[in-house]
């Protein structure tokens, strides 16, 4: 059938939101930004992903005209990686496991390995890492809460054992403080004994500019401050900015590359989607969903659904190619969102490399990312207070 163009709805920004257009500038421009000439900042990125948090932290130095240098990026994902690389530059990058580099029990003496590692890494001002979030997902039906992925998060102390930086920053799924082996309250502990101030809280995406309802939960240590989560959502927060807001100029972008066309549907799925433009529906009913939902009650009102233009989008995940693994149909086009939309939405600016990725390996590597703005606004309190105090 002929996708015909649906208008967008008109949405209004409050006035209130004064950073909005400087974002909106920041995320469409293809414009690296110049580095600062002010010191340096020296960081270590664990479980480094494509780089979502280490970009927010580079954004961070900048605003306080610090000149960002990643010393070290870890991820056992190669692609990743390679992403990483392209975008940071790291001094070291290793795609191994994060507990084969650094091997040491937590409060034991280091290893001649991880003695190696420091010595060859250099000093560091602020260590940070995503570890594997899937055992703590909401999403995840099969081992949440007790999977043995979910102690990676206590290996982010052992790190700051080896590398002594002055901040550690450690973010993951709110779940995460469920965890059946207690890793937060661990990892907590050993930050405090390890003479670390320790704070920990849940950052809203939808309440600090990011154009998605994202919650994450970050642990901090710091040498030198402690963080009030209520603050930071007072002091850097504004009003929700919709879907519309981050992808009304890539409406009809042409579909040359990967990375600006649309994952292609057959059949049922594409019925799916007519379906919902013809009835102008947001949520798919049971009578056309599979039978796996349309034979029993589900909880997955959302899958199959389609965004909404002026309001902000679901969490994006890896699989906002597929209709079939959330609310992934684009508001106004009949198609899912393109990985270059879905990029936008987890705040990646036009200037980020992405490369010539095949769309499974783009869809992994920006679903799995976590949207910079969250980190941006949790370091560039610790590196202005701390320079403060």
Known sequence: ??????????????????????????????????????????????????????????????SLEMRPEVALAIDSNETALGVFRENFRPRVARAEPVEALFDGDVGDALTSSERRWRAEVGPIDLLVGGPPCQGNSDLNNHTRREDPKNDLYARMARCAEVLEPDHVVIENVPGVRHDRGDVV?????????????VSSGVLDGARLGVPQMRRRHFLIGSRFVEIDFARLHAGYGCPPRPVGWAIADLLDVPGGTIFDTASRHQGANVTRIDYLFDHDLHDLPDAQRPDCHRLKPHAYQAVYGRMRWDEPAPTITRGFGCTGQGRFVHPLRRRTLTPHEAARVQFFPDSFRFGDLRRRALQEVIGNAVPCKLAFVLVRELLRRSERG
């Open 185 to 197: 309250r661990r990892t907590a502990a050993r930050l405090l004994a390890l003479g670390y101030r």
């Open 1 to 62: 059938m002929v996708d015909e163009v649906v208008e967008p709805i008109s949405f209004v920004l409050d006035g209130a939101d004064l950073g909005a257009s400087t974002d909106l500038a920041w995320l469409r421009s293809a414009t690296r930004p110049s580095e600062p000439t002010g010191r340096g900042l020296r960081t270590a990125d664990i479980f480094s992903g494509c780089g979502g948090m280490s970009l927010g932290v580079g954004e961070a130095a900048r």
